[in-house]
């Protein structure tokens, strides 16, 4: 289906609720969750359009995530535990980054889009340059220019070099599946912490993937799962696309499909059970803590249509 920006605008923002928008624009029946995307994987423009939204105005976002995941797991940065962080369906990268600055450890990035995986390591790169040149200036502030290269040079020290490497270097990406976590040969229960921020709806079969998450955690290990809810309020899922989204109409599109394919609340908690995973609470998705000031233009609507889920083996 061809989408032309203007009409595809004015008939989604009348339509009055999700099974009416897939009706129009997928021309599928909701009655529960369905699974229409062409593929799970995002690639080509939807992960290109969804790497440009992230860098241009979700990177606050991705902190409040990192913070909430530290707060929520009660993560601590105690150098006596190696930490080993998975980040399953990490897209480019953007949270798995930003919890390589504020945790400790190793953390892996893993989704099945090629192309996801390159735009994280273009981001990994990017990252680097941003701690060297954050590092750089905060010297300058304190006025320690006298040993310094001349950042313009952009020669920076081996020091500083080392320290924006050892930050970025502890995450590391890999093109691969939520469903083979678990193959054969590979080492079980080797996670401290599974993240998975918005992939869960991606996973034509959240059950498996569930699965396959918790055999991978060691025991005492956390799972932190955020995702939106199919059943949330209408209208709000419609604020949240927001101009920037509206930008790219087939990210809209993908948008539609993903709330389509969401768990509700109660579907989560009916699949843990039936996995026999009986440790975990699920709460509405407020960030828990507000020490990062919102400077958004958009609004996130995160306690209304998000939850998050934490799992405890
Ligand atoms: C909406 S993106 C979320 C990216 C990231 N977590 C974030 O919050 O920015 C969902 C990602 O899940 C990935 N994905 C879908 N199916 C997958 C699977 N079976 N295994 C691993 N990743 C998968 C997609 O390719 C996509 O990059």
Same mark, same amino acid.
């Given at each position: 289906?061809?989408?032309?920006?203007?009409?595809?605008?004015?008939?989604?923002?009348?339509?009055?609720?999700?099974?009416?928008?897939?009706?129009?624009?997928?021309?599928?029946?909701?009655?529960?969750?369905?699974?229409?995307?062409?593929?799970?994987?995002?690639?080509?423009?939807?992960?290109?359009?969804?790497?440009?939204?992230?860098?241009?105005?979700?990177?606050?976002?991705?902190?409040?995530?990192?913070?909430?995941?530290?707060?929520?797991?009660?993560?601590?940065?105690?150098?006596?535990?190696?930490?080993?962080?998975?980040?399953?369906?990490?897209?480019?990268?953007?949270?798995?980054? !930003?919890?390589?600055?504020? !945790?400790?450890?190793?953390?892996?990035?893993?989704?099945?889009?090629?192309?996801?995986?390159?735009?994280?390591?273009?981001?990994?790169?990017?990252?680097?340059?941003?701690?060297?040149?954050?590092?750089?200036?905060?010297?300058?502030?304190?006025?320690?220019?006298?040993?310094?290269?001349?950042?313009?040079?952009?020669?920076?020290?081996?020091e500083i070099v080392d320290a924006a490497s050892a930050i970025t270097g502890r995450a590391r990406f890999v093109q691969g599946s939520v469903y083979n976590l678990t193959r054969p040969g590979k080492n079980e229960k080797s996670m401290d912490y599974v993240v998975c921020r918005n992939a869960l709806h991606r996973f034509r079969d959240p059950k498996e993937a569930l699965r396959q998450m918790h055999s991978i955690l060691r025991d005492g290990g956390k799972i932190y799962i955020r995702d939106l809810k199919r059943d949330a309020d209408w209208k709000t899922v419609l604020d949240r696309i927001g101009e920037s989204r509206w930008k790219t109409p087939a990210l809209v599109r993908d948008y539609l499909g993903a709330m389509a394919a969401m768990l509700t609340v109660e579907e989560l908690a009916t699949t843990l059970r039936e996995l026999d995973i009986n440790r975990f609470t699920i709460t509405d998705g407020s960030y828990k803590s507000d020490a990062t000031t919102s400077t958004l233009d958009f609004k996130e609507y995160e306690q209304a249509i998000e939850y998050v889920c934490v799992i405890e083996k």
């Amino acid at each position: 289906m061809t989408l032309n920006p203007p009409t595809f605008r004015r008939d989604l923002e009348h339509t009055q609720s999700l099974a009416e928008a897939i009706y129009t624009f997928f021309g599928r029946t909701l009655e529960e969750r369905l699974c229409i995307f062409d593929s799970e994987a995002m690639e080509g423009e939807v992960a290109q359009a969804y790497n440009d939204l992230g860098l241009q105005s979700r990177r606050e976002t991705y902190k409040r995530i990192a913070e909430d995941f530290r707060l929520r797991t009660q993560y601590s940065d105690d150098p006596q535990h190696q930490r080993r962080i998975l980040e399953v369906g990490c897209g480019s990268g953007l949270l798995t980054l !930003t919890l390589a600055e504020q !945790t400790i450890g190793m953390i892996f990035g893993l989704d099945v889009s090629a192309d996801m995986i390159a735009l994280a390591n273009k981001n990994k790169e990017n990252k680097r340059q941003e701690i060297m040149e954050k590092i750089i200036r905060e010297y300058a502030c304190g006025g320690y220019t006298f040993s310094l290269p001349n950042p313009a040079a952009r020669d920076p020290m081996p020091e500083i070099v080392d320290a924006a490497s050892a930050i970025t270097g502890r995450a590391r990406f890999v093109q691969g599946s939520v469903y083979n976590l678990t193959r054969p040969g590979k080492n079980e229960k080797s996670m401290d912490y599974v993240v998975c921020r918005n992939a869960l709806h991606r996973f034509r079969d959240p059950k498996e993937a569930l699965r396959q998450m918790h055999s991978i955690l060691r025991d005492g290990g956390k799972i932190y799962i955020r995702d939106l809810k199919r059943d949330a309020d209408w209208k709000t899922v419609l604020d949240r696309i927001g101009e920037s989204r509206w930008k790219t109409p087939a990210l809209v599109r993908d948008y539609l499909g993903a709330m389509a394919a969401m768990l509700t609340v109660e579907e989560l908690a009916t699949t843990l059970r039936e996995l026999d995973i009986n440790r975990f609470t699920i709460t509405d998705g407020s960030y828990k803590s507000d020490a990062t000031t919102s400077t958004l233009d958009f609004k996130e609507y995160e306690q209304a249509i998000e939850y998050v889920c934490v799992i405890e083996k």
